[in-house]
C-alpha cells in the first residue's frame, strides 16, 4: 500500500467516522458475522441500529439522517439541522425562527362566514339584554344607537344553522406554525380547511368603566364567556374557553355606523388551556401538532381582527324571536402565537 493510499484511507476513515473492520464468517456460513454484532458498542445489535458506527445514535424517527439524539427537530425532517436563533430548536420547527406563526384569514359574509351581533328586545334562548346606550355624540340619529350585548361567530346556532364559523384561512398565507404545517402537508390538508367558531359572548353586566369604556372618539367592548373550537375539514379538533375579546370601535364624524373603524383582539389562551377534542387518529394527531406549535409560546394563541366591516347588506331580523342584529365581516384577522 503506498503512502499516500494509507493517507487517503485515514483521511476519509476520519471523516466519516466510520471505523475500517473487517467482516469475520467464524461460522463459515457466508453470513457476515457482524450482522448480529453490535459493532459501537451501544447497546443495539448492527440490524436495529441506525447508526451501527457511532455509539451515541441508535434512532432516527424522522428519517433525515440526524439520530434522534442530536436531532434538533425530531419529527421534522430537517438534514441540515439549521438553528439561525441558536435556542437549540431548529429553525424547521421552531415558532420563533421568523418573524410570526400566524395563520390569516378573511371573513366571506356571502360565504356566511363571520361575526353576528344582536340585542334582544323579546323572550329568546338568551336571557333578554340590551346593550347600553352608544355614548353622545354618536349615532345622534336613531340608527344602531344601542350597543350590541351579544357576539358569536356566524354559526351560532339559533342564528344560522348552516353557517361555517368565523374564520376560513386562505391557502397559502400560514407563516411558521412548524408542526401543524408538516403534519398539515403529511395527510394532505391545506389552510382553506382551517375554521374556527366561538360561541355566545356577552357585556357582562355592561357597566361602563368595566364592560366597555370611551376614550376620544374610540369606544371599547370587553366581550367575555362562550367557548372556541377550531376544526380542520368541517371536523373539530380542539376547543376551549374563548378568551376576553376586546373590540374597539373609533366613531367617525359622519355618524355613519358603515364608516366606524372596528378592530378587535383576544386575551391570549395558553396550550394547557386547549383541549384535544378529535376522536380520529389522524385528526388527534393533527390537533397534537397544533398544539406542540402553540406550547412553544408562554403566552399562548390569540385571535387578531386588524378590521371588522359592518356587512351594511345583511341586518337580520329573525322573525322567531324577534331578535335584531347585524352581521359583520372580520378582515385580516389572523390566528397566531403570541412571541413575547
Ligand atoms: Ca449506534
Ligand atoms: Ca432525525
Ligand atoms: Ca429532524
Ligand atoms: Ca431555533
Given at each position: 500500500?503506498?503512502?499516500?493510499?494509507?493517507?487517503?484511507?485515514?483521511?476519509?476513515?476520519i471523516?466519516?467516522?466510520?471505523?475500517?473492520?473487517?467482516?469475520?464468517?467464524e461460522?463459515?456460513?457466508?453470513?457476515?458475522?457482524?450482522?448480529v454484532?453490535?459493532?459501537?458498542?451501544?447497546?443495539?445489535?448492527d440490524n436495529?441500529d441506525?447508526f451501527?458506527?457511532?455509539?451515541?445514535?441508535w434512532?432516527?424517527?424522522?428519517?433525515?439522517?440526524?439520530g434522534?439524539?442530536?436531532?434538533?427537530?425530531?419529527?421534522?425532517?430537517?438534514?441540515n439541522?439549521?438553528?439561525?436563533?441558536?435556542?437549540?430548536?431548529?429553525d424547521?420547527c421552531?415558532i420563533?425562527?421568523?418573524?410570526q406563526?400566524?395563520?390569516?384569514?378573511?371573513?366571506d359574509e356571502?360565504?356566511?362566514?363571520g361575526?353576528?351581533?344582536?340585542?334582544?328586545?323579546?323572550?329568546a334562548?338568551?336571557?333578554?339584554?340590551?346593550?347600553?346606550?352608544?355614548p353622545?355624540?354618536?349615532?345622534l340619529?336613531?340608527?344602531?344607537?344601542?350597543?350590541?350585548y351579544?357576539?358569536?361567530?356566524?354559526d351560532?346556532?339559533q342564528?344560522?344553522?348552516?353557517?361555517p364559523?368565523v374564520?376560513?384561512?386562505?391557502?397559502g398565507?400560514?407563516?411558521?406554525?412548524p408542526?401543524?404545517?408538516?403534519?398539515?402537508?403529511?395527510?394532505?390538508?391545506?389552510e382553506?380547511?382551517?375554521?374556527l367558531?366561538?360561541?355566545?359572548?356577552t357585556?357582562?353586566?355592561?357597566?361602563?368603566?368595566?364592560?366597555?369604556?370611551?376614550?376620544?372618539?374610540?369606544?371599547?367592548?370587553?366581550?367575555?364567556?362562550?367557548?372556541?373550537?377550531?376544526?380542520?375539514?368541517?371536523?373539530?379538533?380542539?376547543?376551549?374557553?374563548?378568551?376576553?375579546?376586546?373590540?374597539?370601535?373609533k366613531?367617525?364624524?359622519a355618524?355613519?355606523?358603515?364608516?366606524?373603524?372596528i378592530?378587535?383582539i383576544?386575551?391570549?389562551?395558553?396550550?394547557?388551556?386547549?383541549?384535544?377534542?378529535?376522536?380520529?387518529n389522524?385528526?388527534?394527531?393533527?390537533a397534537?401538532?397544533f398544539?406542540?406549535d402553540v406550547?412553544q409560546?408562554?403566552?399562548?394563541?390569540?385571535l387578531?381582527?386588524?378590521?371588522?366591516?359592518?356587512a351594511g347588506?345583511?341586518?337580520?331580523?329573525?322573525v322567531?324571536?324577534?331578535?335584531?342584529?347585524a352581521?359583520?365581516?372580520?378582515?385580516?384577522?389572523?390566528?397566531?402565537?403570541v412571541?413575547?
Open positions: 500500500m503506498s503512502k499516500k493510499t494509507t493517507l487517503a484511507l485515514l483521511i476519509s476513515a471523516l466519516c467516522g466510520c471505523s475500517l473492520e473487517v467482516e469475520t464468517d461460522e463459515n456460513n457466508n453470513e457476515p458475522d457482524n450482522q454484532q453490535d459493532s459501537d458498542n451501544d447497546g443495539f445489535n436495529d441506525r451501527p458506527h457511532d455509539p451515541n445514535e434512532a432516527d424517527a424522522d428519517l433525515d439522517g440526524v434522534d439524539n442530536t436531532d434538533n427537530c425530531l419529527e421534522i425532517p430537517n438534514p439541522q439549521f438553528d439561525e436563533n441558536q435556542n437549540s430548536v431548529g424547521a421552531d420563533f425562527a421568523f418573524d406563526s400566524a395563520i390569516p384569514f378573511t371573513s356571502d360565504n356566511l362566514e361575526i353576528v351581533a344582536w340585542n334582544v328586545g323579546a323572550p334562548i338568551e336571557d333578554e339584554n340590551t346593550g347600553h346606550r352608544i353622545d355624540p354618536y349615532y340619529e336613531n340608527i344602531n344607537e344601542y350597543a350590541y351579544y357576539l358569536a361567530s356566524r351560532y346556532a342564528i344560522n344553522p348552516n353557517s364559523g374564520i376560513a384561512a386562505t391557502d398565507a400560514m407563516t411558521g406554525f408542526h401543524f404545517a408538516n403534519a398539515m402537508q403529511t395527510y394532505g390538508y391545506s382553506s380547511d382551517i375554521r367558531r366561538f360561541g355566545l359572548m357585556l357582562g353586566d355592561d357597566v361602563e368603566g368595566v364592560d366597555w369604556q370611551l376614550n376620544g372618539d374610540t369606544e371599547t367592548r370587553y366581550y367575555t364567556g362562550g367557548t372556541f373550537s377550531i376544526e380542520l375539514d368541517e371536523i373539530a379538533i380542539l376547543s376551549g374557553d374563548m378568551p376576553q375579546l376586546t373590540l374597539d370601535i366613531y367617525n364624524v355618524q355613519n355606523p358603515l364608516d366606524d373603524e378592530s378587535g383576544t386575551e391570549p389562551v395558553d396550550a394547557q388551556s386547549i383541549n384535544v377534542v378529535a376522536d380520529d389522524v385528526m388527534q394527531i393533527m397534537e401538532a398544539l406542540a406550547a409560546s408562554d403566552v399562548g394563541l390569540r387578531v381582527f386588524d378590521s371588522i366591516q359592518p347588506q345583511s341586518e337580520y331580523e329573525d322567531n324571536n324577534a331578535r335584531g342584529g352581521y359583520f365581516e372580520p378582515q385580516n384577522g389572523r390566528l397566531e402565537i412571541q413575547d
